[in-house]
């Protein structure tokens, strides 16, 4: 069974531009969440979507958003960049809403200069 | 406030020690608690999963253990290889929130 998948590895963008991250959950997984690590706050919770709502939201301005598709895939939206936007931007996914299991991503790696 | 504090920020040790990592936690009630650890450049990997009413989980050379009274959970590693150099991250997962992230625990292992 294939984990989860997160497109891109690595990214580096521009301040001012805007970003899309890919996240493809384990097969049959319908939660898809989405965090923010950085070395001096460690891992921040972004959102939470499931069967394609969002369930749950972190304390992120609007800059940052998302979407889940039918299929469960999720992409991640950052517009505006900003330098402390530069992070690794992880996605778990679970079998439902609020399950103890969270399986993660390899992240992406968001460099903004 | 709802927080998750670990210790020590950082550790070294030498290959074949014993280890032990400290997680407090102020978040109450919590449906459990987890340990992760994260290689570098990777997304974690979960260890081990308590609920309140546990005392002790192991994972192979990994132990953690739970004390819901005085609010405390420990992470043991035994026996520590090269391959524990990594991240170890402590997660309370409350009833009605959002699951609360430690800052974790930096692990060196030396030969």
């Known amino acids: 069974k294939a984990g989860v998948t997160q497109t891109p590895r690595y990214l580096i963008k521009t301040r001012g531009q805007q970003v899309t991250l890919s996240c493809s959950p384990i097969?049959?997984?319908?939660?898809v969440s989405w965090y923010q690590q950085t070395p001096g706050q460690g891992l921040q919770f972004l959102f939470e979507y499931f069967s394609e709502t969002q369930r749950n939201k972190g304390n992120f301005p609007g800059r940052f958003s998302g979407r889940q598709f039918s299929n469960s895939r999720s992409e991640m939206n950052v517009s505006t960049l900003e330098l402390g936007d530069s992070a690794l931007y992880l996605c778990?996914?679970?079998?439902?809403?609020?399950?103890?299991?969270?399986?993660f991503g390899a992240g992406t790696r968001l460099s903004v200069l | 406030k709802n927080q998750v504090e670990q210790s020590p920020q950082s550790l070294i040790i030498l290959e074949g020690k014993n280890c032990t990592l400290q997680?407090?936690?102020?978040?109450?009630?919590?449906?459990?608690l987890r340990w992760y650890k994260q290689d570098t450049g990777r997304g974690p990997v979960s260890l081990t999963i308590m609920t309140f009413s546990e005392n002790t989980k192991s994972n192979g050379r990994y132990t953690a253990t739970l004390d819901a009274d005085t609010k405390q959970s420990s992470l043991h590693i035994t026996a520590s290889q090269l391959s524990d150099s990594a991240s170890y991250i402590c997660?309370?997962?409350?009833?009605?929130?959002?699951?609360?992230f430690g800052t974790g625990t930096r692990l060196q292992v030396f030969p």
């Open positions: 997660v309370v997962s409350p009833y009605t929130d959002k699951l609360i």
């Open positions: 997680c407090n936690y102020t978040v109450s009630p919590f449906s459990n």
């Open positions: 097969s049959g997984h319908r939660s």
């Open positions: 778990a996914s679970s079998p439902n809403s609020g399950t103890n299991i969270q399986y």
